[in-house]
Structures are given as C-alpha cells and as structure tokens.
C-alpha cells in the first residue's frame, strides 16, 4: 500500500528566508505520480505540480523548486526567499498507475503548515 | 479550466438527517473522487468512480454512499449524519495532468 509521510507538521519563518518542506512516500509500483498542492485559508486545494516516476529532473518554477530523488523515496519542495503570501498549508500527494493511469485518486500526506512572518 | 463545483460552501445538519453534497464538474471527466479532510490527519479518500453508476469505496467508506447517474455529476451521501461526520469535504475529478478540486464543503453536524 501507497503511503506518504510529511514529517514537518508546522514551521514558522520570517519572510524572505528561504524554507524546505519534507515529503517521503512508499510505493511498490514503478510507475507512480507525485504531487504538490497548496490550500491557502480559503480551503481551496490549488495544484502547484506533478512528477511521474520516470522523470527524476528537478524543476525550477519562479521561488519554487522541486527536489526528486527515487533513491531516498523524497519529493521536497523548496520556497526561496518567502513571502507571507506563501502562508498555507502544504499537501504533498502519490498516485499509483492503476488501470485508468492513476484513476484510484491520491494519497496525501498530512501536510505541512508553512507561516512566514512578517 | 476544468471546473469543480461543490453547491454548497457551508452546512449545517441534525444527527440523523439524510444528507447530500453535490459536485459537479463541466469537463465530461471519467474519475470524480470525494475526500475529507480533518486538522492532523490530511485528506481521506471516501469514494470514488470510474463512470456513470460505477463506484468504488476508498479508505473510508463508513457511514458514507454515493451516487453517480450523470457523468457530470457526483454526489456524496450521509445515511444518518452523526457528529463524528463533522468536516470539510472535498471533490474532485481526475483531469489528463492531474486533478482539480472544488472549494470543499465544510459541513457541521449537530
């Protein structure tokens, strides 16, 4: 069974530092999703990107950075230079390839509640 | 961009009450899949389906049905609301990239 742990249940910095959020997960399929979401205050689960397990590649995206590696089973999520915007809670998440290609929904971790203080 | 709708933000029911969450999603998607979610415990999935009338239970399916007649549609239903069903509740259809979620519904049961 698929499992996805985020050690970090909060953590607290001053804007502009730069702060890594931890994600590990278990799977026994090759073939696998991993996903980062961010659910600011209003609830809303807002989908920030997607990795297959084919595509160990790191990805820039503006502040945001993404760190994969399959030989530690880590997906962490860096923010550089953190802005109070960036406030929320933090979701990472693991698909399985099922028959419909990941049809059997994700499995989060329990999140992580970033708050960058002013 | 595919749209998730879930018809209501806030709810307030009676233990006891038959209850229905609503979701609707306008990009003819096949999966469609509701979760809840409770402070320390993350996201969990209830149910899920695969197409018209097709269902299947997720990791926590107690206390829970659901219905799909229409591909858009996907409805989550409490047999008899009980207190410990407090939470927010979250749709969501599996897009080609990924998934889109609705604003969640938190419902309060008393």
């Known amino acids: 069974a698929q499992k996805v742990t985020q050690a970090q249940t909060e953590i607290s910095v001053v804007e502009k530092e730069d702060v890594t959020l931890d994600c590990v997960y278990e799977?026994?399929?090759?073939?696998?999703?991993l996903f980062w979401y961010k659910q600011p205050p209003s609830g809303e689960l807002v989908f920030l990107i997607r990795?297959?397990?084919?595509?160990?590649q790191n990805e820039i995206s503006g502040r945001y950075s993404w760190n994969f590696q399959k030989s530690t089973s880590s997906f962490n999520f860096t923010i550089t230079a953190s802005q109070v915007v960036d406030s929320a809670v933090y979701f990472c998440?693991?698909?399985?390839?099922?028959?419909?290609?990941?049809?059997?929904?994700?499995?989060f971790g329990k999140g992580t509640h970033l708050i960058i203080q002013p | 961009d595919v749209k998730v709708t879930q018809s209501s933000r806030y709810l307030v029911k009676r233990t006891g009450e038959k209850v229905f969450l609503e979701c609707v999603q306008d990009?003819?998607?096949?999966?469609m899949f509701w979760y809840r979610q409770d402070p320390g415990l993350g996201l969990r999935l209830i149910y899920f389906?695969?197409?018209?009338?097709?269902?299947e239970k997720g990791d926590i399916p107690e206390g829970y049905s659901v219905s799909r007649e229409k591909k858009e549609r996907f409805s989550l239903i409490l047999e008899s609301a009980s207190t410990n069903q407090t939470s927010m509740y979250l749709c969501?259809?599996?897009?080609?990239?990924?998934?889109?979620f609705g604003s969640g519904t938190r419902l309060t049961v008393v």
């Open positions: 969501a259809s599996r897009t080609a990239y990924g998934y889109t």
């Open positions: 799977t026994r399929d090759t073939t696998y999703y």
């Open positions: 998440a693991l698909s399985e390839a099922g028959p419909g290609g990941g049809a059997d929904g994700l499995t």
């Open positions: 389906s695969y197409d018209v009338k097709m269902k």
């Open positions: 990009m003819d998607h096949e999966n």
């Open positions: 990795r297959n397990s084919f595509d160990e």
